[in-house]
């Protein structure tokens, strides 16, 4: 599926990033962003991201709700220090619906749980497009 004129626009060529352990799941929302058009930046760990949270014009976040040196709580913190106004989708293990509240209360844009099929994968991309939207109308 390719991106369409208002997913394009909404882009705008500001890059996501994505920030986990390498897995099938982000292989294949690396795919489904590939498919838009969109090429993300990857970060295995959160000294990895560190530096790119803290300076490059990002989009979009989407973080593993555990990291090997962190979790998302470590990204939302990175981010408001900067005071970086970034949404940050958050990708969990273990996605009780306690989880994803508290990840929203802190900041995070959505929570999603792990492993994603295909279909939720493209859900959790569209939904991605909609908030970079969303983002940028407000701004």
């Known amino acids: 599926m390719s991106a369409t004129q208002p997913e394009r626009d909404a882009m705008n ?9 390498p897995s099938k ?13 969109q090429s993300p930046m990857m970060a295995a760990t959160l000294q990895a ?13 989407v973080c593993a709700s555990e990291l ?8 939302l913190r990175i981010l408001s220090r ?21 990840a929203r209360r802190l900041g995070a844009a959505d929570c999603m749980p792990r492993p ?9 991309s569209d939904k991605a497009f909609e908030l970079i939207a969303r983002t940028r109308d407000t701004a």
């Open 13 to 21: 060529n500001t890059p996501i990033l994505l920030i986990c352990s």
């Open 82 to 102: 900067e005071r970086r106004a970034v949404p940050v989708l958050v990708v969990s293990l273990r996605a009780r619906e306690e989880e994803c509240a508290e």
């Open 25 to 37: 799941v982000l292989h294949t929302f690396d795919e489904v962003l590939h498919a838009k058009l």
């Open 49 to 61: 991201a560190g530096p790119i949270l803290a300076q490059t014009p990002l989009a979009l976040v």
């Open 68 to 75: 090997i040196d962190g979790t998302y709580r470590d990204v």
């Open 116 to 124: 994603l099929s295909i279909e939720e994968v493209q859900t959790l």
